[in-house]
């Protein structure tokens, strides 16, 4: 069927005030999870990732939490940066296939 | 040189023409997938294959085919392209094992007019 751009979901936030990207994935099986950065023209760019035994794992002021019990991921930026701007992608794992959600537009106002 | 490279990075051509996307790699990784972007999506799964002897079906695979003519190389062809294929196309690898260590090329843009 034809194409129809989607509008997707934008977080704006000012300039070193901490983001928060939420997620909902969809298989309860899927036993991985990974954050994608993708600025334009680019491709994704690893962020940071969690396996399903863990609700929380940290990296450089990137925090990912996990709650299986909704299925439900987040991805918090402390401090955030003019240089986050960009497109968020979760995805999950599942048979060796990686599974991508819409993705949240991250703006940030100086 | 980029771990994977992907050719050409934009190409325009014509309904009904057959067009072949590259990949090739570098990371010596067994796992290579090919991906669909269009505006306001995500990322969806065309193809992927686990080696050379492996191909198979992503979630919207129909209009396309691929072929894995070696560890480092997977192409994907659209025989008769038409303008809903407009969109942006990504390569991925991973290792044979773990789930972690997937590398992205950088794209390809193909409109369809």
């Known amino acids: 069927g034809e194409n129809v751009g989607l509008h997707l979901p934008t977080l704006s936030v000012q300039e070193g005030d901490n983001s928060i990207i939420n997620c909902a994935y969809s298989?309860?099986?899927?036993?991985?999870f990974i954050w994608y950065k993708q600025e334009s023209g680019k491709g994704p760019q690893f962020i940071i990732d969690?396996?399903?035994?863990?609700d929380k794992r940290q990296g450089q002021r990137v925090t990912v939490l996990l709650n299986k019990t909704v299925k439900h991921l987040s991805l918090q930026i402390a401090a955030t940066q003019p240089g986050d701007s960009a497109v968020y992608f979760c995805?999950?794992?599942?048979?060796?296939?990686?599974?991508f959600g819409q993705g949240t537009e991250l703006s940030v106002k100086p | 040189d980029a771990d994977v490279t992907q050719t050409p990075r934009n190409r325009i051509t014509k309904t009904g023409k057959r067009i072949m996307l590259e990949c090739s790699q570098t990371?010596?990784?067994?796992?290579m997938y090919w991906y669909r972007q269009d505006p306001g999506l995500g990322l969806r799964l065309i193809y992927y294959?686990?080696?050379?002897?492996?191909?198979n079906k992503g979630e919207i695979s129909d209009g396309y085919s691929v072929s894995r003519q070696a560890q480092a190389k997977f192409s994907l062809s659209l025989e008769s392209a038409i303008p809903n294929q407009t969109a942006l196309y990504f390569c991925?690898?991973?290792?044979?094992?773990?789930?972690?260590?997937?590398?992205f090329g950088s794209g390809t843009r193909l409109t369809v007019v």
């Open positions: 995805a999950e794992t599942l048979g060796g296939k990686l599974i």
């Open positions: 991925a690898t991973k290792p044979g094992t773990g789930d972690y260590g997937y590398t």
């Open positions: 969690i396996r399903s035994n863990m």
């Open positions: 294959s686990f080696d050379v002897k492996d191909i």
């Open positions: 298989n309860s099986a899927s036993d991985y």
């Open positions: 990371k010596g990784h067994d796992r």
